[in-house]
């Protein structure tokens, strides 16, 4: 007699976290929105963490799916970094022409005026670039410790600029 051999059957059932086809597609599509990665993972179901170890997975290039993945978000959100840029550095070099429409409904009935204006340079955009790509030259000292201060010698040099300010301020009579 033959002996039956009981074959455990996997469940088919993928776990919440699998790496699938639809989940990739759903990142992939958030992140071309514009989307951070922690809204790209919400909508595909998974974690921020789980998708740092796909990524992680794809260091390996014979992990051939997770390589793709990996380079494939690397090569969206370094797109989307570069459009950015290319605005910022357009809109501080300025000179792109915009037109405007202008509807009026007055007595003599509806006007249409059409605007062309060139834009000037913008100082804001090009502050905003420098601050942040050449941060040792241009960006701002949030906290310098080469500048800290002791807490009891900004509180004598609060006290001294106080009494120098009622010191210059007559007292008159008392009314």
């Given amino acids: 007699m033959v002996k039956k051999r009981i074959i455990k059957r996997r469940d088919k059932r993928r776990s919440p976290i699998s790496f699938t086809r639809r989940k990739r597609f759903i990142i992939y599509e958030a992140l071309r929105a514009g989307l951070p990665l922690t809204r790209a ?14 990524k992680d997975k794809g260091k390996d290039k014979k992990r051939r799916i997770h390589y793709d993945f990996r380079n494939r978000v690397k090569a969206i959100q370094a797109s989307l ?9 357009e809109t501080a070099k300025g000179g792109n022409r915009i037109s405007e429409t202008k509807i009026t409904i007055g007595p003599k009935g509806k006007e249409v005026t059409k605007i062309k204006k060139t834009l000037h340079p913008n100082w804001q955009a090009a502050a905003w670039f420098l601050e ?10 949030i906290f310098d410790k080469r500048k800290e201060k002791d807490t009891d010698e900004l509180a ?12 210059s301020v007559p007292m008159g009579k008392d009314k």
Avoid: H
């Avoid at 993972?41 to 796909?54: F, N, Q, R």
């Fill in 132 to 141: 942040r790509r050449y941060k040792d030259d241009y960006g701002r000292e």
């Fill in 81 to 89: 970094e570069r459009e950015s840029l290319q605005i910022i550095r």
């Fill in 41 to 54: 993972a919400g909508l595909a179901g998974v974690t921020v963490s789980c998708i740092k170890k796909w």
């Fill in 156 to 167: 004598f040099e609060i006290k001294k600029a106080a009494d120098a300010l009622f010191a």
